[in-house]
């Protein structure tokens, strides 16, 4: 048996918390160091269904992606917000909270070494590799790179579309259908701060999730990389099995939430695709 302690400790040394970035809020939430940690759940977000999902199976600690409390709050009154509501409720309930957010990003593996797992790329390196003596050599970065036998990007669409979790958004692209792609660059979560990263890698495809518009419209007209656009939690989702199972050798049970967190919840196609594959 493992105390809550113990396990922060372990989590701690896989995703060091000064790895993660200035604004983001990372490590321990709620908990007694003492408390006994015999189960865990993994989700990426802590709303009420996954809180929900921890106290019906008899979990003493959650393992979040993204912070419950990123911004500094004044209050924790449960009847003011929902977030101040979730935080007693854990209290009460005796189950600590932790989270590995930017931290887990850039580790090696992490978020983005899931997600091209999923896709099966080979040869992995970081779209952007973290500075400094500590990282050299390490692998470590945001997003990753790696390669594919040839394929046809329609044909990659629709590999992703399978092989991703099912959410409302679905799949989006840009890009010619015929291209041949031999070349992946992928973010898990926002990452249209690192187009120019994957124009950079001379990748062929850029998955990510959270493009907009502008910022697509501009890359695709200078020839960039063609684009896959995922639902942001489904392109995190597969980071959990990676977490789940370093814990399962310091505690006697982990879950992994497939509760879709994605805030859309309706997605009504109102054309055809404008570029028939």
């Not at 490590?27 to 189960?39: T, Y």
């Not at 070349?183 to 495809?205: I, K, N």
């Amino acid at each position: 048996m493992r105390t809550l302690s113990e396990v922060t400790a372990a989590l701690d040394e896989t995703y060091p918390r000064h790895w993660a970035q200035g604004w983001d809020r990372v490590g321990p939430v709620c908990g007694r160091p003492d408390i006994a940690v015999r189960r865990v759940l993994c989700a990426v977000d802590v709303v009420p269904e996954t809180v929900i999902e921890a106290i019906e199976g008899g979990c003493d600690l959650i393992v979040a992606h993204h912070p419950l409390l990123l911004r500094g709050v004044s209050s924790l009154d449960p009847s003011a917000d929902y977030k101040g509501d979730l935080v007693h409720t854990l209290i009460e309930r005796s189950i600590g909270l932790y989270v590995a957010h930017t931290n887990a990003d850039v580790a090696n593996p992490g978020v983005s070494d899931a997600l091209a797992g999923r896709l099966g790329l080979a040869d992995l390196r970081p779209l952007r590799p973290l500075d400094g003596p500590e990282h050299e050599d390490s692998g470590r970065g945001i997003g990753r790179i790696g390669r594919l036998s040839d394929v046809k990007f329609s044909a990659l669409v629709e590999h992703a579309a399978k092989v991703l979790p099912a959410t409302a958004w679905g799949i989006r692209a840009a890009g010619d259908p015929d291209r041949i792609v031999r070349t992946v660059a992928v973010c898990g979560g926002a990452g249209d701060g690192y187009l120019d990263d994957a124009v950079a890698a001379e990748a062929d495809v850029y998955l990510t999730a959270d493009l907009r518009h502008h910022p697509v419209s501009e890359h695709i007209a200078r020839g960039g990389p063609a684009l896959i656009d995922a639902a942001h939690w489904a392109t995190e989702r597969p980071w959990l099995d990676t977490v789940a199972e370093r814990l399962s050798v310091l505690v006697d049970e982990v879950i992994v939430s497939d509760i879709d967190t994605d805030p859309w919840t309706i997605h009504q196609n109102s054309g055809v695709n404008r570029v028939e594959s």
